[in-house]
């Protein structure tokens, strides 16, 4: 189960019993922080906390302030300064050298536009989306601040952005540049009134994962990729070994003869050969190749590889340069894996690695940053004004 699936539940059991709550959310990070922005913590009234916004440290004064923000009714920007020496007399003492933007909000749960809302908008989606979110304004009015929307990559929108039609769409703008990217993003936008900040945050859907396979050593490997929140397919020929019973986690296992491997959906981006059967996994590489699946995880030695590209060139297929990129054969980090519990992590982590764009070495041995922070930056000159109580809203109705 991701963080945000996490966050979900609890809020809708809170919500069910009528606890008051208040969100948390790291809106930007100025240095080294433990959480990234788009870190999320739910606090209810009476203290309880669900996700994390940092590594322990900041939770115990954000608890404190969440529970001023449900009182007050009111959202507010708390700023976490941990390169100050006197952080210890905070409370705080955690050594991370940065300087962390915190929004605290009290959610209404009449309000299907909060933010918890909109994030369950696209938590089920295929595509990623963008939400922006409002945390620093040239007025006294706090009560807009976290005003958001959100877009998606179908080009709908949902939620509101307390500013003049103009400025909202420099913001929509800039929302599909970073959808474009991939990159989440910090922004300033200029207005008569003074500067507006906007967080970009690029929300990813969960990593969908295939798996050929559905032999002993599969199992923990879907319970760890399922742990992470990633979606699991698994299918096998073999009934026996194709239950549901023996992979809960996943989101689905299909019972799909060797004959109809070629007549699969198109696969996701992500999928591993573990069939431990040649000519299953022949037959499943065919089905693959004509693809852009991103990853192709094949399980056993480079001379399995070889002599499967082998037979499939002598079958009239051509490969680029392209499959070398894609094609990861031994699956797997070098980690010295044994067991298939070992396995498993391994292959995870080379997954993980893949899709950050990581090389996954020691991080002893990396110099600069070791997370990619979104940027702050001042975006093209906006035109018109905030003008009073004005939103400009974009929904979906």
């Not at 959808?179 to 910090?186: A, F, I, P, V």
């Not at 699956?331 to 982590?349: C, R, Y």
Request: proline share 5%; with cysteine.
């Amino acid at each position: 189960m991701t963080e945000l699936q996490h966050l979900l539940a609890a809020y809708d059991a809170h919500r069910a019993a009528g606890h008051a709550c208040a969100l948390a959310t790291v809106v930007h990070v100025e240095g080294s922080a433990y959480r990234s922005p788009g870190a999320r913590m739910l606090v209810t009234e009476d203290g309880q906390l669900t996700g994390a916004i940092s590594g322990g440290c900041l939770e115990g004064d954000a608890r404190r302030r969440a529970y001023q923000a449900i009182q007050r009714r009111r959202p507010t920007v708390v700023i976490y300064d941990t390169t100050d020496e006197d952080d210890l007399r905070h409370g705080m003492g955690q050594g991370c050298q940065g300087i962390i933007h915190i929004l605290l909000e009290p959610l209404d749960f009449r309000d299907l536009a909060n933010p918890l809302e909109l994030l369950r908008t696209c938590a089920d989606q295929h595509q990623p989306s963008v939400l922006a979110t409002v945390f620093s304004l040239p007025t006294t009015d706090q009560a807009k601040l976290g005003a958001r929307l959100l877009f998606t990559s179908q080009g709908d929108a949902q939620g509101a952005l307390p500013v003049a039609p103009e400025l909202a769409a420099a913001i929509q703008a800039d929302a599909h540049e970073a959808l474009r990217t991939g990159e989440s993003k910090t922004l300033d936008y200029q207005d008569n009134l003074g500067s507006i900040r906007v967080f970009l945050e690029v929300l990813k859907p969960a990593l969908r994962l295939t798996i050929y396979g559905a032999g002993n050593d599969v199992q923990p490997l879907v319970r760890l990729a399922a742990s992470l929140g990633w979606r699991v397919r698994v299918v096998d020929g073999r009934p026996a070994q194709a239950a549901a019973a023996r992979f809960p986690e996943a989101q689905s296992v299909h019972v799909v003869p060797l004959a109809d491997v070629t007549h699969e959906p198109t696969p996701p981006d992500y999928v591993l050969l573990m069939t431990h059967n040649y000519f299953y996994d022949l037959a499943a590489l065919r089905r693959l190749l004509p693809e852009s699946t991103a990853y192709i995880g094949l399980l056993g030695p480079r001379k399995k590889a070889d002599k499967l590209l082998e037979e499939l060139r002598a079958e009239g297929f051509t490969f680029d340069d392209t499959l070398s990129g894609r094609l990861y054969s031994p699956v797997g980090l070098n980690l010295g894996a044994e067991t298939a519990e070992e396995i498993a992590l391994s292959i995870v982590a080379e997954i993980q690695a893949v899709q950050a764009k990581r090389s996954a070495g020691f991080l002893r041995d990396t110099s600069g940053s070791i997370h990619n922070r979104p940027a702050l930056g001042a975006s093209t000159p906006s035109f018109g004004t905030i003008v009073g109580d004005a939103v400009c809203a974009i929904s979906n109705a």
